[in-house]
């Protein structure tokens, strides 16, 4: 029906960058808030970063001037661009976004498969 589909992870070392990309395709009719979790091994999954469909943006305290999220309403993606990348970075990254679909314009949140980033020297 709808899917997500992450790219742009990988190894980087620290203080590099990295740009996550996140493409939503199917039977959609408008995309609302779209968001980048993230979850370390033995962790929680936690939210990184979540951006709507009017460009407000919102971040978590320890990503806060070195990540930014954006989107291109065109394409139905949104990117997180990753700088001063830190050991503690590292995660499966997994995008999430609010989507009505068609053609009965319900409202579903679906999920990327997930993409690793590791920051290590």
């Known amino acids: 029906q709808v899917q997500l589909v992450e790219s742009g992870g990988g190894l980087v070392h620290p203080g590099g960058s990295l740009r996550l990309s996140c493409a939503a395709s199917?039977?959609?009719?408008?995309?609302?808030?779209m968001r980048w979790y993230r979850q370390a091994p033995g962790t929680e999954r936690e939210l990184v970063a979540a951006?709507?469909?009017?460009?407000?943006?919102n971040y978590v305290d320890p990503v806060k001037g070195r990540f930014t999220i954006s989107r291109d309403l065109a394409k139905n993606t949104v990117y997180l661009q990753m700088n001063s990348l830190n050991p503690e970075d590292t995660a499966v990254y997994y995008c999430?976004?609010?989507?009505?679909?068609?053609?009965?314009?319900?409202?579903?949140?679906?999920w990327g498969q997930g993409t690793q980033v590791t920051v290590s020297s």
């Open positions: 999430n976004a609010v989507v009505t679909t068609l053609p009965k314009k319900q409202i579903f949140a679906y």
């Open positions: 951006i709507t469909s009017s460009s407000s943006t």
């Open positions: 199917g039977s959609i009719f408008s995309i609302g808030v």
